[in-house]
């Protein structure tokens, strides 16, 4: 098979470049996640695409290629799993994806997070975990109430993630990350908690979400990562179905807290910078506590 007749569309440059249908988006990346395209290909898939950006109609596609390929988490009784999409990592900030997921259960949810390192130059969520003793799953189990887990994405898609490996020999981000980051791995009801790095991307990313119907909180974070900035309150928009059930935006003002960050930023002084915040609550950042407090509501609304 070939999806050269797809690349013809989508490599004409960003003015001459054409849209793909959703159906024809899913087929390209079915044969994508299945291997069946060459390396070249490929490439030039992940080039073109880096030039052209996604339109939510083709996210959707990708997304509906992928949902048919993943490996899901089971859903326990029917309950409810906030999912925690990690990919970018941190290299200015401390990585408080961790963090977050320990305050959602120990609100009573079921929180999975799932992602990989697809370059070695920031803290991995992964790694933070395993410095505060969380638990990873290398085979996919329904989660208890108040647990956290971590899902490597190779457990989840192995085509996925040799797509998303392509940035070690490229440099460049893909589609792939992305869709990454609108999946729901979930065989059940399922809150996605997904950001963006850049503010171009805010408006495709809830369109996608309001194309697949999800349940989800999408915001600018820290570093691409899901976790709130804490540093300052920023605009965050919760949606049910995938409409907009409420939007805060506190136009971008920064933190009373002005939180003192730890000296290191690897994964054992982020460990530990985040173990004082729990023996310690108040010195939790506003903005995190506020989006925990979101995305309860939320939940609870799902529910």
């Known amino acids: 098979m070939s999806i050269s007749h797809f690349i013809r569309e989508i490599g004409r440059g960003k003015q001459g470049a054409r849209d793909l249908s959703r159906e024809q988006a899913a087929e390209l990346m079915g044969q994508v996640l299945d291997g069946k395209v060459s390396d070249l290909q490929l490439g030039a898939f992940c080039i073109a695409m880096r030039i052209k950006g996604e339109t939510a109609q083709e996210m959707a596609g990708f997304l509906d290629a992928t949902a048919a390929r993943l490996n899901t988490l089971p859903s326990a009784q029917g309950q409810l799993t906030v999912v925690l999409p990690s990919y970018n990592g941190s290299r200015r900030l401390p990585l408080l994806t961790p963090l977050l997921a320990w305050l959602l259960a120990q609100q009573g949810l079921r929180v999975l997070v799932h992602?990989?390192?697809?370059?070695?130059t920031r803290v991995s969520t992964a790694d933070v975990m395993q410095a505060l003793g969380m638990t990873q799953l290398n085979q996919l189990r329904p989660l208890q109430t108040n647990e956290?887990?971590?899902?490597?994405?190779?457990?989840?898609?192995?085509?996925?993630?040799?797509?998303?490996?392509?940035?070690?020999?490229?440099?460049?981000?893909?589609?792939?990350?992305?869709?990454?980051?609108?999946?729901?791995?979930?065989?059940?009801?399922?809150?996605?908690?997904?950001?963006?790095?850049?503010?171009?991307?805010?408006?495709?990313?809830?369109?996608?979400?309001?194309?697949?119907?999800?349940?989800?909180?999408?915001?600018?974070g820290t570093e691409g990562e899901p976790v709130a900035d804490p540093r300052r309150m920023r605009k965050s928009t919760l949606l049910l179905n995938g409409l907009v059930h409420d939007i805060h935006d506190p136009n971008d003002m920064a933190s009373a807290d002005n939180p003192a960050f730890p000296i290191g930023l690897d994964a054992a002084a982020t460990a530990q910078y985040i173990r004082s915040m729990i023996e310690a609550p108040s010195s939790i950042p506003t903005p995190i506590q506020h989006q925990v407090s979101l995305l309860c509501k939320l939940a609870t609304a799902i529910c």
């Not at 992602?115 to 070695?120: K, L, Q, V």
């Open 115 to 120: 992602g990989g390192n697809t370059e070695d």
């Open 148 to 220: 956290i887990a971590f899902v490597p994405t190779e457990v989840l898609c192995p085509g996925l993630w040799q797509l998303l490996q392509i940035r070690r020999a490229v440099g460049l981000r893909n589609s792939g990350h992305s869709l990454v980051k609108l999946m729901n791995p979930v065989a059940g009801p399922a809150l996605l908690v997904t950001s963006y790095t850049h503010p171009e991307y805010e408006a495709s990313m809830l369109e996608t979400l309001q194309l697949t119907k999800a349940h989800a909180m999408l915001l600018r």
